[in-house]
């Protein structure tokens, strides 16, 4: 096994902004699956109007409501570190509200566009349908490792809760293919753009996906630090929620409302 | 509760008179089929015949309304408790606290009889507009079913609307809580309570600008606007309510800190309402138990505490109240719509504070808490059914032999256990 001189740097950016959907959950399953390898974490929360810095190594951007949305987009933007950051070959996780900004537009509150970070290929508009709210599962899905190899994630199974279809450029692939739920609006959920990685689950979604955790992670430390871990609790709720979200589809069991069926 | 000391009020009309007659015979049919109280049903059946209804049953009346995520059963039973100590109270039962419940309560009393209304945050405002309140009693504003309820920002812009269309002779505020201060800052008359509230999480952009609030140790402002902690008259400390700097010793039958808190705007509210604070706060030192909320119980021979916690502000309260370390503790979790479809708030509760502790986790999303106490390294164990959780526990060798195990559940897995085990006192 080799090692890793440096603590792995993970930036968790505007939580009290970007942070409603438990998704600042995602930071403690990374630096908890980091600590069990022995593999020391150090994470770094950015506030609203703090100087957000361009050295981490992975970056965690959560969902929230549509005024802060444009406020953590309008602070990022004028900082430029996660620019710098992504130029150096940093990881980006950026979930739901996360995600529309680290495109190129998105709408604000009162639905007018408003520019995005660029950071991943994709734009995100208004649709005239009810609220995304539900069960989102995938068919098995994939991210490219490391030297380019493909990582295996299994289904990934997460909360989605948004408004907008986000659709993907020429330059973006999507993380993966909805089996239940609404994800990117096309059949599809997240996109990718090289090290940037958008999804719509929330869960947090890394809590409930463990492979992606360790994917991202694999991408800063290299997949043979990353030894296995005793999953049986996210196993057990993986099957659990694949059932559950399978069952909403069909229409029975008591949080069915809002279900939508994919063709 | 007769409300003959007090002069005749005109009453609801006839039509109203023969809404509520109806609304009782549905009530009466659905108790008879096993449907539940019937409450409900009955107010939502005599609102359909009359939607005017709780307009004409609020007419004449005094009426305390009482509204926020968290503690609103609690503070609504305290502040009827510390009216009824000179005056006729009426007062909704839990879980009735959108309209039909409401005209479900008002319904057979007599029209001068003081109503103490517990409201629906999502409610506050039509209920305001009807009722025409003359307090209004706001504790927080946290996040709670975020995918049912409107986002926790809108419902302050909706309070502090209904607070400028319909505004009432006083409202009775949280000082600490900066989305109930921007709510509410504008009412002619404003009691502030200093709460001391945990938690913030929710609060940090300014409502008013957006901009960043910083909070100090006892107080907090915005950066960018002029939103700032207003100084409070009520204020609560180990041993007694102030208000006006007036000491009130009170001794809580409800355990913690949080109720001392509630406990404060219940005297604090019989204050405004001109009854004398000896038997005011007496009235409130006799309440020990609201709606099954910290009763003990049996399970299967085995005796327990049930608890509740609906959210991350809530949890953060009831964490405080659990037997120490290292007694084991049940704790159950569903995600029913009443419960808010995604349990992710389980992320934003420090679970670490149970490490030391072995936790059984069950509840329909018992696997969720699994995952999140996996990652809290908390020692744990997942069962299926509240029976087995409750045998698991109290086969641990921590367990002393005969101590209460405490069932801390959120909104709709308490509900199942206090029907189940609560018996009926
Ligand atoms: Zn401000």
């Avoid at chain 2, 949890?315 to 049940?330: G, M, R």
Wanted: proline share 5%; with cysteine; glycine share 10%.
């Amino acid at each position: 096994m080799t090692s890793r001189d440096s603590a792995v740097r993970i930036c968790v950016l505007y939580p009290e902004l970007l942070g409603t959907y438990g998704d600042g959950g995602n930071a403690r399953v990374l630096s908890r699956r980091l600590a069990w390898r022995d593999i020391a974490a150090e994470v770094h929360t950015v506030g609203a109007g703090e100087a957000v810095p361009d050295s981490c190594d992975l970056y965690l951007v959560g969902g929230g409501e549509d005024g802060p949305q444009t406020q953590a987009a309008r602070e990022l933007q004028a900082s430029g570190a996660l620019h710098r950051a992504v130029d150096r070959g940093a990881v980006v996780f950026a979930v739901c509200a996360g995600m529309q900004i680290l495109g190129s537009r998105f709408p604000d509150a009162d639905g007018i566009d408003r520019p995005g970070l660029g950071l991943l290929d994709c734009v995100t508009m208004r649709v005239d349908r009810p609220r995304a709210v539900g069960e989102l599962l995938t068919t098995d899905a994939t991210v490219t490792g490391p030297g380019g190899s493909t990582v295996p994630l299994g289904p990934l199974t997460g909360f989605e809760n948004h408004a907008g279809r986000t659709v993907a450029g020429s330059s973006a692939i999507a993380l993966g293919r909805v089996e239940v739920g609404e994800g990117n609006g096309d059949g599809t959920e997240g996109v990718v753009t090289g090290r940037v990685i958008g999804t719509y689950l929330h869960g947090p979604a890394l809590a409930r996906n463990h492979r992606l955790a360790d994917a991202l992670l694999g991408l800063v430390v290299g997949a043979d630090l990353l030894t296995p871990l005793d999953d049986a609790d996210v196993e057990a709720l993986r099957t659990e929620r694949q059932a559950a979200a399978r069952r909403d589809r069909v229409g029975s069991g008591h949080d069915s409302l809002h279900r939508r069926r994919r063709p | 509760m007769s409300a003959s000391s007090h002069p005749s009020v005109t009453g609801p009309g006839a039509r109203a008179r023969i809404a509520v007659a109806l609304g009782r015979a549905v009530a009466g049919i659905s108790r008879l089929t096993g449907r539940g109280s019937g409450s409900v049903i009955g107010g939502r059946a005599a609102l359909r015949v009359h939607p005017g209804l709780l307009r004409a049953l609020s007419a004449g009346r005094e009426i305390v309304l009482v509204s926020a995520t968290n503690g609103k059963t609690t503070t609504t039973r305290l502040i009827a408790a510390a009216l009824a100590a000179d005056r006729a109270v009426v007062s909704n039962s839990l879980g009735a606290n959108m309209a039909a419940g409401i005209v479900a309560a008002l319904g057979p009393t007599a029209p001068g009889t003081t109503a103490v209304l517990e409201v629906d945050e999502r409610w506050l405002p039509g209920v305001l507009r009807d009722t025409e309140a003359s307090t209004v009693v706001l504790l927080n504003l946290t996040r709670d079913q975020l995918d049912r309820s409107q986002e926790v920002r809108s419902l302050a812009a909706a309070w502090r609307r209904c607070l400028a269309e319909t505004p009432p002779h006083t409202v009775i505020a949280n000082a600490d809580d900066p989305l109930v201060v921007w709510a509410a800052r504008g009412a002619p008359t404003v009691i502030w309570v200093a709460t001391a509230q945990r938690w913030l999480a929710d609060a940090v952009g300014c409502p008013e600008c957006t901009g960043r609030i910083e909070f100090g140790p006892s107080s907090w402002h915005c950066t960018g606007c002029d939103l700032s902690r207003p100084i409070p008259s009520v204020t609560v400390d180990d041993t007694a309510i102030v208000i006006d700097g007036e000491r009130s010793p009170i001794t809580l039958g409800l355990p913690g800190r949080i109720n001392r808190v509630n406990a404060a705007f219940a005297l604090a509210t019989a204050h405004s309402l001109a009854v004398p604070l000896a038997p005011a706060a007496d009235g409130i030192a006799a309440v020990t138990e609201v709606a099954g909320r910290y009763r003990v119980t049996t399970v299967n021979g085995r005796t327990v505490r049930l608890l509740l916690a609906k959210n991350p502000a809530g949890w953060h309260e009831a964490i405080e109240l659990l037997a120490p370390a290292p007694a084991p503790t049940v704790v159950s979790i569903n995600s029913r719509i009443a419960d808010g479809l995604d349990p992710s708030w389980l992320w934003d509760v420090d679970f670490e504070i149970l490490q030391g502790r072995f936790v059984v986790a069950t509840g329909e999303r018992r696997h969720d808490l699994a995952v999140r106490l996996r990652y809290a390294e908390v020692d744990h164990a997942v069962a299926d059914t509240v029976d087995e959780a409750v045998r698991i526990c109290a086969g641990r060798p921590e367990h002393r032999p005969g101590a209460v195990i405490d069932l801390a559940a959120n909104y709709t897995a308490f509900q199942q256990y206090f029907e189940r085990f609560g018996g009926d006192r």
